[in-house]
């Protein structure tokens, strides 16, 4: 249902911009964003957005990411500018019930409604 695209390998200080369409969504999925996750380590938001454009970003991201979503609310997009190497990572879109986007940041890796993710590989 959720089904993710754009990644790639990038130098450092690249960019990609990553695309998640969501077959069907439903009123009361109100959040949507991204996590990633990378070889090893814990499950990490990255983004979310709330269907009234309010946006959360985590700390190491801010600034250099940019989540959006398109006009109907089923595509999601995240333009990833100056990537580092610490960026590397599965990411995957996620889709859920939300009362904030701040609540929607802290649970995203917990929604049952995710993709299949996409790599993103940054090296020197």
């Known amino acids: 249902q959720l089904q993710e695209s754009g990644g790639g390998s990038v130098q450092i200080g690249g960019s990609l911009r990553l695309s998640c369409v969501v077959s069907?969504?439903?009123?009361?999925?109100?959040?949507i964003g991204w996590f990633r996750q990378a070889p090893g380590k814990e499950r990490e938001a990255v983004a979310a957005?709330?269907?009234?454009?309010?946006?959360s970003y985590a700390e190491s991201v801010k600034g250099r990411f940019t989540i959006s979503q398109g006009n109907t609310k089923n595509t999601l997009y995240l333009q990833m500018n100056s990537l580092e190497p610490e960026d590397t990572a599965m990411y995957y879109c996620?889709?859920?019930?939300?009362?904030?986007?701040?609540?929607?940041?802290?649970?995203?890796?917990?929604?049952?409604?995710r993709g299949q993710g996409t790599q993103v590989t940054v090296s020197s």
């Open positions: 996620a889709l859920g019930g939300c009362l904030t986007v701040n609540e929607a940041l802290g649970v995203l890796p917990e929604y049952n409604r």
């Open positions: 069907t969504r439903s009123y009361s999925d109100r959040c």
């Open positions: 957005i709330r269907t009234d454009g309010s946006t």
